[in-house]
Structure formats: structure tokens, C-alpha cells
């Protein structure tokens, strides 16, 4: 508990006086907490409390796009992130770095406020699964992953333009399945810390906030694929793909409802039918599926969440319930590409790229 006294995070928040703010941000963090085990073969790794530690730089944005006003000027960034991952015998130390955006809950020109930061990148493993010297380490079995980063915080004003602030967060890292094994860390920590912002103070430029959502239904079918392996002990790579076609509409001026009914082929479905001796033929491992979501829109981009159940699934060795994190970009008004990673309840399933054409609107 003695670290719950020096964790230093370093949160990034403009600071705003009179409709004036400090353009840049920049901070450190020390994070602390403890690794999900989502079974009893991870207790291994549960060798030493966790720490994080983190520096970061942040932009605050300048309102002339609308999204930047309905979602208080958010911050953009990125965080370099140093993880002791709590485990010096299997997992060793990682080194990540990931873009973000920092959304203000609450008023950011008071004294204190609360904050949300979202950011995904990459991370870089030196200890790494090996049959020979590091067979227990089920966790991560390649040097490169994805990181997910999420946390929630509080800040308080110490004296301008320096904050103090504190909270907690949730940390992911795999390589989707790329290679196996591959549990995946997750975990949980708390963290502290303060922030200085800097730069010549600019007025805010401020925008229409009469934001009006229209109700407009929009469909769009999407083509994805993947890459993954489904067991430790064969290196082969097999090909995932799905075919999405999805409904949407506008609930808030740059939020979306979705809705999808996706089909999905995974040519390492059969194989592993077939190594645990179920007759099967391989049309029989298409997985229809549905499927419900919600998006965020910050101009070209969005972040695109989802949760389905397979109407139908030969190999129900991870459940029937699947989720979907993406980030989207939009590359004219009708066509767009995602890449997310898709899960079984926590468990990576593979990296997913999709492309998406809009085929109509109402």
C-alpha cells in the first residue's frame, strides 16, 4: 500500500481561464494494481505487485470542428509506457506506446474535475512463450501486441497551469491470437500523479453548440479478415473472415446505434474439429451471427464497440457470445476501414481489418 503515496500520474488537461488555454500538455504516471487471472494456470505470474510507469504528451483541440465542442475539447496524444508486469520469472518488462484521446466528464475550467482516457497502440514484450526456457508463460507468446488503455480520474488544481490528479485503469495486452498461446494480460491499477501545461494561451474558438442529431438510418456491408493460430503447438496460420451487413442510426449529433448480422468463416474452426475427431464438413463451421453496438465519431474517425451472440456455431469451444473494439476512419462519405480486435467474453479472438461501403441512406 506504500505505493498508493508516490504514484505520480501526470494526467493532461487544458488548462482554460476566460476562454483562453495552454495548447500543450505533457505529464508523467506511475500506475500500481494487479493482473486479472482468467484461469488458474496464470496464478504464476502473480510474483510481485505490477507497476506502470508513464510519460505522455497531449494537444488540446482548438474547436474549429464541432465535435471538438460537443465532446468539451477533448485532448489528443501519446503515452510511452514502461510496464513491470509483476512477474520477473515468465513476463518480464514491456515497453508500450499508444495515441489517445482525454475527454473532460465535468466542467474542465473548475478546480476540480473527472476525466476519461482512451488510447490504443503497441507494446513490445521481451519474455515471450518458449517450448524450451519459458513453457509456463501462456500469456503472450510474441515480441509485438496491441495495448488497450482505459481509465477514469479525477484532477484537482494545485496552482495554474500544474494539476494533480489520481484514479484507476484497465490495461490489455495480446497479439489477438496471431500466435499461441495467447491468454493475454489484463489488468487492473490505480495511479496518481500531476501534469504542467504549456505554450502561448489561445482563445478558444468557439463553435455552434446547437447540435441536432438527425434521425437518419444509415446500411453499409463490411468484408473482414484475420490472421490466427488455435493452438500452441502448431505454427500454422489460419485465414478468418466475416461478412457484416449493418444498420445504424444517429442517437446524439456524433453518436451512432448499431446493429449487425454477420456471418463469419474461421478455417481454424474445422481444423480443430477435426483434431478432436467431430465430423464435420466445412461449410458447417460458418457461424451466422448477431450483433449490437454503439459509435463515437470525432470527425474522419470513430471508436466502434459491439456485443453478438452466433445464431449458430459447430465449435463452441469459447461460448457463443463475441465482442468487437474498433477504430474506423472514413475515407470518403461512403467507404471506410476498420481495425479492432474481436473476443470471446475477454478471451482475443484475431485482429480483425475490415472495409466498409455505405449502400445507402434513408
Known sequence: MKYLFVLGILCFFPVRTE??????????????????????????????????????????????????????????????MLFDLGSPSYLGKAHGIYPFLHFFLSDAERAACVNLRLGAGVAYLKNTFDRMDNYKNIAISTHLNAVIHLRMEGRVRIAQPLYLCG?????????????????????????AGANYAFGKEKAVEKVDNDFIAERNWHYAIYLSGGVKTYTMFDDAKYIASGLSLEASRSHLAFTRFNGTVDLFYDRSDYAYLMDNDVETKKIQTLKPGIAAGYSFFFGALAANAQIGRYIYAKNQQYGLFYQRLALSYAITERLNVRFGLKTHLG??????MSIGLRISKQ
Open 19 to 80: 476562454g483562453k488555454e495552454f495548447p500543450w500538455i505533457a505529464g508523467t504516471a506511475v500506475h500500481t494494481g494487479f493482473l486479472i487471472n482468467q484461469n488458474n494456470n496464470m496464478k504464476i505470474f502473480n510474483e510481485q505487485i505490477p507497476h506502470f510507469y508513464e510519460l505522455y504528451i497531449a494537444r488540446a483541440t482548438n474547436g474549429k470542428q464541432q465535435w471538438h465542442s460537443f465532446y468539451r475539447y477533448p485532448q489528443y496524444g501519446v503515452s510511452y
Open 167 to 191: 484514479g484507476w485503469a484497465f490495461t490489455h495486452i495480446s497479439n489477438g491470437t496471431v500466435k499461441k498461446p495467447n491468454a493475454g494480460l489484463n489488468y487492473i491499477t490505480v495511479h
Open 347 to 352: 478471451q482475443a479472438d484475431y485482429l480483425e
